[in-house]
């Protein structure tokens, strides 16, 4: 073997001990960029992870040139730049070389500090199968060009981490799964025991008090009634608020659940808290029902996102799918599905749109306004 391939396989060792001890999504990024700018002859790379809806932060960074890090890495953490770009409209399948970095351009042109010799960097998306997580960026003083052995190598290591991201997502869906369903069976214990016992001391009260005449009896057992009424209220908002983060979480859960139950994955991504009132969560249920049940029975696809936003006193809900997609119009809407996701949204004085295209897959989205707004 080569000294080359001997490197080479050095490197992705070392790689892939440092992806197999981590647990913790940041902390495993960190190490690993530090790791692979230490085995290879690259002084410096960053990872940013991009969103489904293209937003993206930077998760890690290694030896940046102060002309990056300048006003606590401001040049890394806004603006857009030609690899994400790329990366976001799909261009970006491959490890590329980037012909030049915008990032260091604007820098140098803004005089933000010293930018250490740096003017290119090659880019590789992290990806496991065809879910993309974001991308792996390296580069070094005045080199402005990858061979094709490098940029090899560089996928090589993309598709390791990206196995690694994949991996500690599962984790913590199912961590935050087993918490969700604890919290609902410590409800439901409550709601079963303690709820029903205070019940009875409630009615047992009541009933005492009409079998006696004596004034002061009367009036204690009414003080009884009256306690065991308040600790009634009070359980129950206690069951309430082990439901985590507010009502949202029941119907998020309920989805989750619901896309189980019909052999999809379903990935859940929730923004905002708020107690939700069960006239809306119940219409999200229903209307996101009929959004999986179209999933499964149209899309053919295995895999569904939800995202729920909860902000400016409107909920929004948004369910998507990457499959075959349909010809939709507003006018027409085809069938009952579709007619009575919309009429229940309305209903609500919220809004309902879809997006669909052939073989682009279909999003529906819907906003009900909550509190006042609604109230009219
Ligand atoms: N997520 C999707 N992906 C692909 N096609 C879809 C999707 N959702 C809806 N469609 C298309 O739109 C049509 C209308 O959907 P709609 O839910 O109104 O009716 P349906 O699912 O066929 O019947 P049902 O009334 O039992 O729900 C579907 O027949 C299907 O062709
Ligand atoms: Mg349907």
């Given at each position: 073997m080569s000294e080359q391939h001997i490197q080479k396989l050095q490197t992705l060792k070392a790689i892939a001990e440092t992806l197999n001890e981590a647990n913790d999504l940041e902390e495993m990024l960190d190490a690993v960029l530090k790791q692979l700018i230490h085995v290879t002859e690259l002084e410096c790379g960053w990872i940013f992870?991009?969103?489904?809806?293209?937003?993206?932060?930077l998760v890690a960074d290694c030896e940046l040139?102060?002309?990056?890090?300048?006003?606590?890495?401001?040049?890394?953490?806004?603006?857009?730049?030609?690899?994400?770009?790329?990366y976001n409209d799909g261009r970006l399948q491959r490890a590329a070389n980037i012909i030049e970095c915008k990032r260091l351009e604007d820098a140098i042109e803004e005089k933000w500090g010293d930018t250490k010799g740096i003017t290119h960097h090659a880019t590789v998306p992290l990806r496991a199968g065809d879910e993309k997580f974001g991308l792996l960026n390296?580069?070094?003083?005045?080199?402005?060009?990858?061979?094709?052995?490098?940029?090899?190598?560089?996928?090589?290591?993309?598709?390791?981490?990206?196995?690694a991201i994949k991996r500690i997502k599962l984790v913590e869906n199912e961590q935050k799964l087993a918490l969700l369903a604890e919290r609902n069976r410590l409800a439901r214990d409550l709601h079963d025991s303690v709820n029903q016992l205070l019940f009875s001391l409630m009615l047992t009260a009541g009933g005492a008090k009409e079998m006696t005449t004596d004034g002061r009896m009367k009036k204690t057992l009414d003080y009884i009634q009256q306690l065991?009424?308040?600790?009634?209220?009070?359980?129950?908002?206690?069951?309430?608020?082990?439901?985590?983060?507010g009502l949202e979480n029941g119907v998020a859960s309920a989805l989750m659940n619901y896309g189980k139950m019909l052999g999809l994955n379903v990935e859940m991504d929730i923004h905002g808290v708020i107690d939700l009132p069960s006239d809306v969560e119940e219409c999200l249920w229903r209307v996101g029902q009929e959004a999986l049940n179209n999933c499964k029975k149209h899309a053919d696809v295995s895999t569904v996102s939800i995202f729920i936003t909860v902000k400016n006193k409107q909920i929004k809900m948004e369910i998507t799918d990457k499959g075959c997609g349909f010809n939709y119009s507003d006018e027409e809407m085809p069938s009952l599905g579709l007619k009575s996701m919309k009429e229940r949204i309305e209903a609500m004085n919220g809004t309902f749109h879809i997006k669909s295209a052939i073989g682009k897959g279909t999003t529906v989205q819907m906003m009900i306004p909550l509190k006042g707004e609604r109230a009219k």
């Open positions: 992870l991009v969103d489904k809806k293209g937003s993206y932060s040139p102060p002309a990056l890090t300048w006003e606590n890495k401001q040049p890394m953490c806004e603006g857009d730049c030609w690899c994400l770009d790329r390296v580069a070094s003083p005045n080199k402005t060009h990858f061979t094709n052995e490098e940029l090899a190598l560089l996928e090589a290591v993309a598709f390791q981490i990206g196995t065991a009424q308040e600790a009634l209220q009070e359980m129950r908002s206690l069951i309430w608020q082990l439901r985590p983060q």
